[in-house]
């Protein structure tokens, strides 16, 4: 018999719940993250060889997911991915030079987010019709730019729920920030913080566990969850991606079935590393995998010690996507690492909060070091990274898939390692143009001049959902203080 598929707190202190439950509660009553209490799904990589990406997403959804789901799972998948949403591959992974660039952007907002936000909106409405909910549901999420694009855009006028986007004001590019702003749909609102990302998802995190909020939740038939990847609807999705683009490779020759690869992934929250982690854990043949960060490099450190130091000062990079200091989702790395230890992640995760700063077992340290390479790049190697890649290949890489290629650079020189290997890439370029126009000219020029410049320059496509957005209306101006959130939050749950 196999294990009901439940899913329990990484800090061991919920009731294992069900896969519904998880999709709509967001994150665990503790403070935890939900992750899988049962054996991950094995995957035989011959059978996934000719599916289309929605059919590839159903199957591997499915071995999470209990039997009186699955039609549900495919009509979500079939929905996301196979429609208008992605071109026809929906993942296209390109050769530039010796590495194998996979292009996570090619969604309704131009960023990797999109892989995962367009899907969890449909998980959620179908946990909502499964459990027979007949509340509202108030969607928050904290955005170092990308999300907050993505789950608007998801969530977008879906039945039953409306969204609420806290991003820093000063802490997002230009091009991120008219794209929330001008956000259309009826269930929408989009709030900038004056503080920086970590003050956002700490400020959200809260809000999910506080009393005050519960109370008003329960008075106004209404309840909170989130569209962060602290939600395991947002891992979920990421996981379809490694084996697909695994896969294309094998299709196309450029290796063949079981060959290890390492993946090279830009990291910030952790989400998309982790998945890949999962991905492997499933039967993926993936080596190593290799986390990029910019100068706030408090991963690299944290993957070459096992120290999880973040008393460290805050950087405003040109990657500002992965401007965060607090990785949510490295908790869940650590929870899987240490054999479903929920009491040790529990008190590992009191010390990050009191002290922090905290530091993994002799044992887990072991086994991190196995699975994951880490390092990272500073606003000039990322500038320098853009400009020699256009010139050694042609291909033009945003600022935070650019700190990938530098460390795969660094990776190559200092490992006897020389194993295929794919960068995601987490942005188009046109998404970080100020940055992407310097790098390749040395001038400087302001956010849409630059669009312009950039294609007159290299002549890549400028991707349809950034195309005159100078000229849409600006919805949203409003600005608070990071303080004021959970206020923020119960005000609009009594305006319901
Ligand atoms: C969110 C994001 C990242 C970081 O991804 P995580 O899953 O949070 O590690 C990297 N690059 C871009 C462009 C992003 O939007």
């Given at each position: 018999m196999s294990k009901a598929l439940t899913y329990v707190s990484t800090r061991n202190k919920q009731e294992p719940i069900d896969f519904y439950t998880a999709i709509l509660q967001g994150i665990a009553s503790d403070g935890g993250l939900l992750v899988p209490d049962f054996d991950l799904p094995q995957l035989s990589l011959k059978e996934l060889m000719d599916l289309e990406y929605h059919q590839l997403a159903s199957t591997i959804l499915k071995g999470f997911v209990p039997k009186d789901g699955h039609l549900l799972i495919e009509e979500a998948c079939k929905s996301a991915y196979g429609g208008s949403l992605f071109p026809k591959e929906v993942v296209p992974v390109k050769k530039a030079g010796d590495i194998f660039v996979a292009e996570?952007?090619?969604?309704p907002t131009a960023a990797f987010k999109d892989m995962a936000l367009t899907l969890l909106p449909h998980l959620m409405t179908l946990s909502l019709k499964v459990k027979k909910e007949a509340r509202d549901v108030m969607i928050l999420a904290a955005t170092s730019g990308d999300t907050g694009k993505a789950a608007l855009e998801g969530f977008k006028d879906v039945e039953g729920t409306s969204i609420k986007v806290f991003y820093p004001s000063d802490g997002v590019s230009a091009i991120q920030k008219q794209q929330m702003i001008t956000q259309e749909g009826k269930n929408v609102e989009v709030i900038g913080i004056d503080g920086n990302f970590d003050d956002a998802q700490t400020a959200v995190k809260q809000a999910f566990n506080d009393a005050s909020i519960k109370a008003v939740s329960k008075a106004h038939q209404i309840f909170l969850s989130s569209a962060n990847s602290i939600n395991i609807g947002r891992l979920l999705p990421q996981i379809v991606y490694y084996f697909y683009t695994y896969l294309s490779l094998v299709k196309r020759k450029e290796i063949q079935l079981y060959d290890e690869v390492d993946f090279c992934i830009p990291s910030g929250n952790f989400g998309n590393a982790l998945a890949g982690f999962i991905a492997k854990k499933m039967?993926?043949?993936?080596h190593k995998f290799i986390c990029s960060s910019n100068k706030n490099n408090i991963l690299t450190d944290f993957f070459t010690t096992g120290r999880y130091d973040a008393n460290r000062e805050f950087y405003k990079t040109n990657a500002p996507a992965m401007d965060i200091l607090i990785s949510s989702n490295l908790e869940r790395l650590v929870w899987f690492l240490s054999d479903h230890n929920g009491d040790q992640v529990n008190q590992y995760m009191t010390r990050l909060k009191e002290d922090g700063i905290y530091e993994v077992d002799p044992a887990v340290f072991d086994q991190i070091k196995q699975y994951f390479a880490a390092g990272y790049a500073s606003e000039t190697e990322v500038l320098l990274a853009i400009k020699d890649m256009y010139e050694q290949t042609g291909y033009l890489l945003d600022t935070h898939t650019a700190t990938g290629y530098h460390v795969i650079k660094k990776y190559r020189e200092e490992s006897q390692d020389s194993l295929p290997v794919i960068l995601l890439?987490?942005?188009?370029?046109y998404k970080f143009p100020e940055a992407v126009y310097e790098a390749l000219s040395q001038n400087k020029a302001d956010e849409y001049e630059a669009i312009k410049k950039l294609h007159d320059l290299t002549h890549i496509e400028i991707p349809a959902p950034l195309?005159?957005?100078?000229q849409r209306e600006i919805r949203f101006k409003e600005v608070i203080k990071k303080e004021t959130i959970i206020d923020f939050v119960k005000e609009k749950m009594t305006q319901k």
């Open positions: 996570l952007f090619q969604g039967g993926l043949p993936v890439a987490t942005a188009s370029p195309i005159d957005l100078d």
